[in-house]
Nanobody, 123 residues
Framework: QVQLVEYGGGLVLPGGSLKLSCGAS????????MDWYRQAPGKERELVAR???????NYADSVKGRFVITTDNGMNIVHLQMNSLRPEDTAVYYC?????????????????WGQGSQVTVSS
C-alpha cells in the first residue's frame, strides 16, 4: 500500500554536499518513522539517520554533525542532507519507512523500502 521513490544521489568530491529525498505515496497509511540506511560493498546495511512522527531524530556516530534528516508534507517526504562527505560515505543509500496501514478489517504496521540510490564520494 506504500511506495517509496528516492531522488538524488550521484558523484561528489570529498568535502562536498549532496541531498537525498524520498517520497511516500499510496492510500490508507500514515508514517510512524522514516530512516535512511546505507550499504557499502562487502558490508552490512547500516542505519544512518532516523526521524519519528514526533520529530525525534537519531544519527549514526559516523555521520553526526554532518548529515541532517528532515521531513515535509506530514512525513510523506524525507530528506537527507549530507555535508562534508568522505570517501567512506560511499554506499547505496536506502529510504525506509515504518507505516501504519488501515484496511477495512485491521490496522497493522509494515516496513517499506525505496529502490536505493548510489552515492559515490571520490576525487
Amino acid at each position: 500500500q506504500v511506495q517509496l521513490v528516492e531522488y538524488g544521489g550521484g558523484l561528489v568530491l570529498p568535502g562536498g554536499s549532496l541531498k537525498l529525498s524520498c517520497g511516500a505515496s499510496g492510500s490508507g497509511f500514515s508514517i510512524n518513522a522514516m530512516d535512511w540506511y546505507r550499504q557499502a560493498p562487502g558490508k552490512e546495511r547500516e542505519l544512518v539517520a532516523r526521524i519519528t512522527q514526533d520529530g525525534i531524530t537519531n544519527y549514526a556516530d559516523s555521520v553526526k554533525g554532518r548529515f541532517v534528516i528532515t521531513t515535509d508534507n506530514g512525513m510523506n517526504i524525507v530528506h537527507l542532507q549530507m555535508n562534508s562527505l568522505r570517501p567512506e560515505d560511499t554506499a547505496v543509500y536506502y529510504c525506509h519507512a515504518n507505516a501504519r496501514i488501515w484496511t477495512w478489517d485491521a490496522v497493522r504496521d509494515e516496513d517499506y523500502w525505496g529502490q536505493g540510490s548510489q552515492v559515490t564520494v571520490s576525487s
